[in-house]
């Protein structure tokens, strides 16, 4: 079987970024030298595009997967390959997002990242360290925090930017702003959470939506089995000869999203890529938009406080649905 080679979509920075991703994620990542091997099977089989983040912890693994692949012929140019890599909330205080970029990419052993991405709409303390936010945020300073981020796109630093977890509301707080619009945001988006609301105004927008948890993350710590466990994407797996992952993904794909999909595993994650010769039939997609219940995976709950700048889940997600 030969390469798949996976179609691009075109940024409104002008990038083009291949429609599925691997992700760099997992609850517990293997050792930097296996993951190394792990991200260089996937560049064998036929991943262009990857997803890490400052928070991952797999940025030094990924890059050098790529000095590798470049070295052994994978593939021929750096420009082959591309890399989205994020900015944690404690760095999210305008003076210290180019010192961020500049610190991943010296993780990444890369000159330039392709996508950089605000993590989250969230600032904690400056020096705060691991995921419990209580007591240490801060008011997300929407203006000051994207100037600096098109400040690294000025620099070459990053050649797309872009946020993730973005909704709607401080979506259009970025673009009143903005002289360089984001070109991607990344957010939860399956089969189990559809993201009407805040793909409609993207699409009106110009603005490219990633989904992660393409499969509900099932089998980490953040994920549930809402999307493999799914009747309906089992009965139309069952009738098309494919399977209930290949069917979530492509629901993604006819939806004008790039799938970012972690599989550490050689066999899924080719199982992955075989989503794009064949296509779901109406009734099938109608099944999925109609008959699937609606549930965030990742709550944000522990964001939300009294006395932090997200009182609601509401204020945190801007009310998309
Ligand atoms: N921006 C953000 O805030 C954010 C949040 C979450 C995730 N992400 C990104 O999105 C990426 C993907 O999301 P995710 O990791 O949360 O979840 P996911 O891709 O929906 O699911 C990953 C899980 O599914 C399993 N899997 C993969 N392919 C499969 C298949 N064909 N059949 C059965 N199981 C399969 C994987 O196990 P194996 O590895 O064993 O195959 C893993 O346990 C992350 O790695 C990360 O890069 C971003
Ligand atoms: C979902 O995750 C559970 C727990 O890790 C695992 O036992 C199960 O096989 C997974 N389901 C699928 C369809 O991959």
């Keep these: 079987?030969?390469?798949?080679?996976?179609?691009?979509?075109?940024?409104?920075?002008?990038?083009?970024?291949?429609?599925?991703g691997m992700g760099g994620a997992a609850t517990n990542l293997p050792p930097p030298d296996v993951l190394t091997s792990i991200f260089l099977d996937a560049i064998e089989v036929g991943y262009r595009h990857f997803d890490t983040a400052a928070c991952y912890g797999s940025e030094e693994a990924?890059?050098?997967?790529?000095?590798?692949?470049?070295?052994?012929g994978l593939v021929k140019r750096r420009g082959d390959i591309f890399?989205?890599?994020?900015?944690?909330?404690?760095d999210a205080h305008p003076g210290l997002v180019l010192p961020a970029l500049k610190k991943s990419l010296q993780g990444l052993g890369l000159e330039y990242v392709d996508l950089y991405l605000i993590h989250l709409p969230i600032r904690v303390k400056e020096g705060t360290e691991g995921f419990d936010f209580k007591g240490k945020m801060l008011p997300f300073d929407v203006k000051g925090t994207w100037e600096a981020m098109e400040e690294c796109s000025k620099l070459g630093l990053a050649k797309s930017i872009g946020v993730s977890n973005f909704g709607t509301k401080k979506l259009s707080q970025i673009l009143m702003h903005a002289t360089i619009p984001p070109a991607v945001?990344?957010?939860?988006?399956n089969a189990g959470w559809q993201q009407g609301k805040l793909r409609e105004y993207c699409k009106e927008n110009g603005i490219h939506v990633s989904a992660w948890s393409p499969l509900g993350a099932n089998g980490t710590s953040w994920g549930s089995s809402v999307?493999?466990?799914?009747?309906?994407?089992?009965?139309?797996?069952?009738?098309?000869?494919?399977?209930?992952?290949?069917?979530?993904?492509?629901?993604?794909?006819?939806q004008g999203a790039s799938v970012i999909v972690k599989s550490f595993n050689k066999e899924r994650m080719k199982e992955n890529l075989q989503i794009l010769d064949w296509?779901?039939?109406?009734?099938?997609?109608?099944?999925?938009?109609?008959?699937?219940?609606?549930?965030?995976g990742f709550s944000g709950e522990a964001f939300v406080s009294e006395d932090g700048p997200y009182k609601s889940l509401d204020e945190l997600w801007d009310g998309d649905c």
């Design 227 to 254: 999307v493999m466990e799914s009747h309906v994407l089992k009965d139309i797996a069952i009738a098309r000869g494919k399977t209930v992952a290949q069917v979530a993904l492509r629901w993604i794909h006819e």
């Design 83 to 90: 890399i989205t890599t994020k900015l944690w909330c404690a």
């Design 185 to 189: 945001n990344q957010v939860e988006m």
């Design 62 to 72: 990924l890059g050098r997967a790529v000095a590798e692949a470049l070295d052994r």
């Design 279 to 296: 296509e779901l039939s109406q009734e099938h997609s109608d099944k999925i938009k109609l008959r699937i219940p609606q549930r965030r």
């Design 1 to 20: 079987m030969s390469n798949v080679v996976v179609p691009e979509v075109v940024l409104s920075s002008g990038a083009r970024m291949p429609l599925i």
